[in-house]
C-alpha cells in the first residue's frame, strides 16, 4: 500500500519494476513485455508476457485496484494486486509444451514429477507401448547394471526403448547366485512398432548380454 495521495503512475512504476524483479528471480533473464488487459476490481491493468518457446507466453495479470474497492476495504491507501498463472509458470520451469497436460490423468505425465523437484519434462508417444523382460543369471559379482545399461543403448539405432527398469533380483539360497530381471518398454514417439521390429532389439540385446557380460539367460 501506498500513502494516501500517492499518484496513479507512480503505483504503476513500482507494480511493474516489483513484478519484473520477481519474474527475473523465477525465469532468470528471459525477455518481457507488458500489454494493457481488462480485470473487474483493478484499472489500468495489465498481462506481463515473457518470450518462451518461440513464442510470447502470458504468466500473471495485475493492476492498480479501483478506489471504490480501497474505500469499500475502510483503507485510505492506493495499492495494485496481481495474481499468477501458475500453469504458466510450470510450462517454464518444466519445460511442459501443451498446457492441456496439466488437466491429463496419464501416469507417464504425472509419475515423471516429485514434490519439491523442478524436472524436465519428457515427451511421450501417444503410440501403444510394448512390454517384454529379460532375466539372467549374473555369473560374476563383478556385473554391474550400467553395464548392462550401456549394452542397450548400442544396440538401438532409433529411439524405441522408453524405459528399462530392474524389476526383481533373486539370490539363490544355496550356490549365492544372482538373477535380475530387467522390464523392456518399447514404444516409438512417431509411429506403432511391431512386434518383428520389437523382437530382432530384444534378441539383440539378449545375446550381447550373455557374450560381453557372461550372464546366464532364465
Keep these: 500500500m501506498f500513502e ?4 496513479g503512475d507512480v503505483i504503476e512504476e513500482d507494480l511493474k519494476r516489483t513484478l519484473e524483479g520477481v519474474t ?34 502470458e504468466v500473471l495479470g495485475c493492476g492498480v485496484i479501483q478506489t471504490q474497492i480501497i474505500e469499500n476495504a475502510g483503507l485510505k491507501q492506493p495499492g495494485w ?7 504458466r509458470l510450470a510450462m517454464v520451469l518444466f519445460e511442459i509444451p501443451d498446457i492441456r497436460l496439466f488437466w491429463s490423468k496419464d501416469p507417464r505425465f504425472i509419475d515423471q514429477f516429485k514434490s519439491g523437484e523442478i524436472i524436465k519434462f519428457k515427451p511421450f508417444s ?9 532375466s539372467f543369471w549374473t555369473g560374476s559379482q563383478n556385473f554391474h547394471a550400467n553395464d548392462f545399461s550401456e549394452i542397450v543403448r548400442n544396440c538401438i539405432s532409433e ?9 526383481d533380483e533373486f539370490v539363490h539360497p544355496k550356490t549365492k547366485e544372482v538373477s535380475n530381471c530387467f522390464r ?16 530382432k532389439v530384444h534378441f539383440k540385446v539378449r545375446e550381447r548380454a550373455v557374450d560381453e557380460l557372461g550372464v546366464v539367460l532364465r
Design 159 to 167: 529411439d524405441i526403448i522408453e524405459s528399462v527398469e530392474l524389476i
Design 126 to 134: 501417444k503410440y501403444p507401448s510394448s512390454i517384454r523382460d529379460i
Design 4 to 7: 494516501a495521495g500517492t499518484g
Design 184 to 199: 523392456f518398454t518399447y514404444r516409438s514417439m512417431e509411429r506403432s512398432l511391431t512386434n518383428e521390429e520389437i523382437d
Design 24 to 57: 527475473k528471480e523465477i525465469f532468470g533473464e528471459v525477455e518481457m513485455r507488458w500489454n494493457d488487459d481488462y480485470f473487474p476490481f483493478t484499472s489500468p491493468s495489465f498481462e506481463l508476457e515473457i518470450f518462451f518457446n518461440g513464442e510470447w507466453l
Design 81 to 87: 494486486a496481481f495474481g499468477l498463472g501458475l500453469e
